[in-house]
T-cell receptor, first 116, second 116 residues
């Protein structure tokens, strides 16, 4: 079946502008994650959504970052007033959910964000 | 706190050689999950394996094998008879049930280059 999809694949923006990144998870997956991959910081967790529960926002680096998930499916990550340090690849992942925690996350191709 | 260490930044081998990628982890959780992901030059993270903390049985899948040892907190990955298509960055990751929350904690990755 279809995997996780993300759009756009590349985004170049000017410092100070807002950007929105979109993620479509695998159909039927109730858990959705955002990560960021950059040269200096490696792979960092940003935020986690599971069903109708309150999201785990513990990885968001500042209040300029926010995310929402509509209808339990598509998610949008918004970065306001972008800074050059926000330049990175933003990865979305989804998974099934099990109380035991035994699940693997499947990743999308990522959105490469460049802030000039 | 959780931590994953991949001490090997880059490994170069000649095709058909065997290669082992090391992964050492730290967690206070008694129940946790370990993962390996492959990131080829195309950039998409590909799930390879999940191992539960209560199952120390080693696993073999084709040319891939994994050695999990709780006594040394290691989860090493061996590729037998390496091929050029194995060239990629390989990430080891950890998810703890309590201390780690819902996120994957990744190591810094090992770049594997397989040459003819």
């Amino acid at each position: 079946g279809a995997g996780v999809s993300q759009s756009p694949s590349n985004k170049v923006t000017e410092k100070g502008k807002d950007v929105e990144l979109r993620c479509d998870p695998i159909s039927g997956h109730t858990a959705l994650y955002w990560y960021r991959q950059s040269l200096g910081q490696g792979l960092e967790f940003l935020i986690y959504f599971q069903g109708n529960s309150a999201p785990d926002k513990s990885g968001l680096p500042s209040d300029r970052f926010s995310a929402e998930r509509t209808g339990g499916s598509v998610s949008t990550l918004t970065i306001q007033r972008t800074q050059q340090e926000d330049s990175a690849v933003y990865l979305c992942a989804s998974s099934s959910f099990a109380e035991t925690g035994a699940y693997e996350q499947y990743f999308g191709p990522g959105t490469r964000l460049t802030v000039t | 706190a959780q931590k994953v260490t991949q001490a090997q930044t880059e490994i170069s081998v000649v095709e058909k050689e065997d290669v082992t990628l090391d992964c050492v982890y730290e967690t206070r959780d008694t129940t946790y999950y370990l993962f390996w992901y492959k990131q080829p030059p195309s950039g998409e993270l590909v799930f390879l394996i999940r191992r539960n903390s209560f199952d120390e049985q080693n696993e073999i899948s084709g040319r891939y094998s994994w050695n999990f040892q709780k006594s040394t907190s290691s989860f090493n990955f061996t590729i037998t008879a390496s091929q050029v298509v194995d060239s990629a960055v390989y990430f080891c990751a950890l998810r703890g049930i309590t201390g780690g929350g819902n996120k994957l904690t990744f190591g810094t990755g090992t770049q594997l280059k397989v040459e003819l």
